[in-house]
């Protein structure tokens, strides 16, 4: 008998992309954090920023980022920039931005 195998869809290109987010259940732990944080007022925060220089990344998203990271057992800012690239919730709560270990640790810092 001849063993056949499903085949490989990420070596199959297809018509319509798939929303990856599609894939992350409704009642999930991270739609809540996303829910509290989006209605948290956070303009004390807001008002530390300096500005000038480069654009910062929005601190609603890193309190969210931060928030999952902690529920998650992930204290390390170098596992949660690592999550952020490779793990759906975080890229999800992030909504694809890359901060690095040195924006996440400097905003601890601010908190």
Excluded at 13 to 24: G, R, V
Excluded at 51 to 70: D, E, N
Excluded at 75 to 82: G, M
Aim: charged share 20%; with cysteine; glycine share 4%.
């Amino acid at each position: 008998m001849k063993v056949q195998f499903k085949s490989l869809p990420a070596n199959s290109p297809s018509l319509f992309a798939e929303n990856i987010f599609d894939k992350i259940a409704a009642d999930h732990p991270v739609r809540l954090v996303n829910e509290v944080v989006n209605n948290l007022d956070i303009e004390h925060i807001v008002e530390q920023y300096k500005g000038g220089g480069t654009t910062s990344f929005h601190p609603r998203m890193m309190i969210k980022v931060l928030f999952y990271a902690y529920l998650s057992n992930t204290y390390s800012c170098r596992k949660i920039e690592k999550a952020l690239q490779e793990n759906i919730h975080f890229m999800w709560l992030s909504g694809n931005s890359l901060p690095d270990y040195r924006s996440i640790n400097y905003t601890i810092v601010i908190f």
